[in-house]
């Protein structure tokens, strides 16, 4: 069956095959990828989400901790130096630091321990300051990538489906004491500290119980339209996931996120924290095609995407120079206690 777009499906049923394919709920979950990853493939490949890593130009960062040298702090950012802003991957990061790259790597345990916890990146020796990878999303031009070369690895590249954790803010509406989403005004350019402290405390904020005691529950909207909110999820361990199902063509195109159901279109109306350049749309959590030749899968705890396929297409996925990318076994540890050359 040939799809012409990528549309919201209650048939969850489909996904009925990874169910009986994962880790059950119980003890030992978490133990290995397959806790989100299905068993019984050929071949598996573990993709790297980047980091990001900045300096200052022509000068060093001030000392840590910003508690003992807020004079210094003060003096750089009245300056307004230039800052470099790079993507860098773990290998990178592992030559920076002097620790070993290899298939089983932790963030945490590759760059090291950092200065400050809870304030600052690690910085390396060139005077890099690295940011963590992001957990539960592969950057939008690397699904991209990812998809283009898989998508010659099956035989159904026009129909396949394409499962979000419903979890994500805002995606889907419920019940609630206050809006499901926040479209905040931008109270300065991106990394601004007002903003960043509004937008922190928004998602902390809870419901006052002493004084909204009687107060009833509304249906508060989300991104997806109220069928979609109310209607079947594709139930996993610890895991529910909204599905969708069309033409995997979409994700090959690197206009994806401008384009995919789930894009947050009123918040980019608004012109606030995102805008025409910021579609503000997640990466999938897990997408295969119908045939089941592969799965590409990215738990929202996990900073590293797992490629489930033939040897073919993972071999291609290794080959891919957009991706930071190796082979693994199945039943692969990648938990964060795995790396045990960089312990």
């Known amino acids: 069956m040939a799809r012409t777009r990528m549309d919201w499906t ?14 059950g709920d119980g003890p030992t979950w978490g133990a290995s990828m397959h806790a989100w990853v299905p068993r019984g493939f050929e071949a598996y490949a573990r993709i790297f989400h980047p980091a990001d890593r900045d300096r200052p130009v022509g000068r060093p960062w ?53 200065e400050i916890e809870g304030e ?43 499962a979000l954790w419903e979890g994500w803010g805002g995606l889907v509406g419920g019940l609630g004491f206050g809006p499901s989403r926040v479209l905040l005004a931008a109270a300065g350019d991106a990394g601004d500290p007002s903003a960043d402290r509004h ?4 998602a902390t904020s809870v419901r006052d119980r002493f ?27 610890h895991r529910d996931h909204v599905l969708f199902r069309g033409d995997l063509a979409e994700l090959a195109d690197p206009e994806w996120p401008w384009q995919v159901p789930w894009r ?12 025409a350049l910021d579609p503000n749309a997640v990466s999938p959590s897990l997408v295969w ?4 030749a592969w799965v590409m899968a990215t738990d929202v705890d996990a ?41």
Request: charged share 20%; net charge negative.
């Open 289 to 292: 095609p119908a045939d089941h």
């Open 199 to 202: 937008a922190n405390f928004l």
């Open 62 to 114: 001030p000392p840590l901790p910003y508690a003992h040298h807020q004079r210094e702090w003060a003096a750089f950012q009245s300056a307004a130096p230039q800052i470099d802003i790079e993507r860098v991957s773990w290998a990178a990061a592992a030559d920076a630091f002097g620790t070993t790259m290899h298939p089983q790597a932790q963030w945490h345990a590759v760059v090291g321990p950092r």
């Open 120 to 162: 600052d990146g690690p910085r390396d020796a060139a005077g890099w300051r690295y940011s963590d990878p992001p957990a539960g999303e592969l950057a939008s031009d690397l699904v991209a990538a990812v998809t283009q070369t898989l998508l010659a690895h099956t035989t159904t590249p026009a129909d396949g489906f394409v």
């Open 211 to 237: 004084n909204d005691v009687f107060r009833k529950p509304t249906w508060q909207r989300g991104i997806l339209d109220d069928e979609v909110s109310r209607g079947p999820r594709l139930r996993l361990p």
């Open 10 to 23: 209650g048939d969850v049923a489909a996904g009925n095959w990874l169910r009986q394919r994962i880790d």
């Open 264 to 275: 947050d279109a009123a918040l980019v109306a608004r012109g606030g924290a995102a805008s």
């Open 303 to 343: 900073d590293s995407t797992v490629i489930a396929g033939s040897s073919a297409a993972v071999r291609a996925v290794c080959a891919d120079p957009r991706l930071e990318a190796v082979r693994i076994d199945e039943g692969t540890d990648l938990s964060w206690g795995a790396d045990e050359v960089n312990a």
